[in-house]
């Protein structure tokens, strides 16, 4: 039996981009969010600007930095707009925060409490591969719309119905060539985290570029966390491609659940997202390779959705 951390599932994602409010604007309006809440200087939050936006059970934060020295803003100048903290809903963040710096986490926040009106919220946080940290967030004793210095921007508090999009899947980390094993054995000694799918470069490749992939996941198998590092191909593979354009590791995708992928797909197309294209090729030996499914293959093809 494995010494698992206490999990209660996700809280958030927190993404450090150029332009917050331009972010915000994006997912509201692309991709079907609703903004619930708003933190920065009208509210008290001196150094940034933040926009609290919620589907389903998901929470993203966008946030951005007020000036140049701004930690946030260095981070979106160097990396350019990408996820920063990855928020875990914990029984309690010291003890959390204890047992993960006990088993070799690096600390970045020490647990404290922070309160206002509506309650108190315990957070910490530690460190993981490249800028990217997890933090720890008690809310038990919280009635809030997000956390303290935040305030309400829904008239009722109630989330659109948005495009189908449920709650977080997974949030995949690109690591560097040989470290992925490292990462591994972190989420197995600080989390109790098993890894349940691995995928060689035999299986995730073309002749150009390969990656290898181990998933690592919770107790309960809600949170997953893939870890990918590149492997031998003609050319750089998409995940050297990565690191250099991120200038290190960091979240590569954060992958998100709906139970009808056709319908949520085409609301985003309607609203201008725009989607990779899968060439024609893909389609013509998938039903054989997949075999039965509760989607149409041609509405499949038509919208370009894999299946694997």
């Not at 981070?75 to 993960?100: M, N, T, W």
């Not at 290190?248 to 990779?276: C, K, S, W, Y």
Request: charged content about 25%; overall charge negative.
């Amino acid at each position: 039996m494995k010494d698992f951390m206490p999990l209660d599932g996700w809280d958030h994602v927190e993404l450090w981009v150029g332009n917050a409010k331009q972010a915000a604007y994006f997912y509201e309006h692309g991709l079907g969010f609703t903004r619930t809440a708003y933190g920065g200087p009208e509210t008290g939050v001196r150094d940034r600007a933040s926009y609290v936006l919620e589907q389903g059970e998901i929470r993203l934060v966008v946030t951005s930095g007020l000036r140049a020295d701004s930690e946030v803003t260095q981070f979106a100048c160097r990396h350019g707009d990408g996820a920063k903290s990855i928020g875990l809903q914990v029984p309690s963040a010291a003890e959390a925060y204890r047992q993960a710096v006990q088993r070799g986490a690096r600390g970045i926040t020490e647990p404290q409490w922070v309160e206002d009106d509506f309650g108190r919220v315990e957070l910490s946080a530690i460190g993981t591969y490249g800028d990217v940290i997890h933090t720890f967030v008690n809310r038990r004793e919280y009635a809030g719309p997000y956390l303290p210095g935040y305030v309400s921007s829904t008239e009722n508090g109630q989330t659109s119905a948005g495009v189908g999009l449920k709650a977080l899947d997974h949030v995949v980390g690109n690591v560097e060539l040989g470290r992925m094993d490292h990462w591994v054995g972190f989420y197995e000694r600080v989390f109790g985290m098993t890894n349940i799918v691995h995928f060689g470069d035999d299986q995730i490749q073309t002749e150009y570029s390969a990656l290898m992939s181990k998933v690592m996941a919770d107790g309960s198998g809600k949170i997953k966390f893939p870890i990918n590092e590149p492997a031998e191909g003609k050319r750089k593979s998409q995940i050297e491609e990565y690191l250099e354009f991120n200038h290190g590791p960091g979240v590569q995708h954060i992958a998100m659940t709906t139970a009808n992928i056709v319908d949520t797909v085409e609301r985003l197309q309607e609203r201008g997202v725009v989607f990779l294209s899968t060439p024609d090729a893909y389609y013509e030996d998938v039903p054989d390779r997949v075999g039965e499914i509760d989607e149409d293959y041609a509405d499949l093809r038509r919208l370009r959705i894999l299946a694997d």
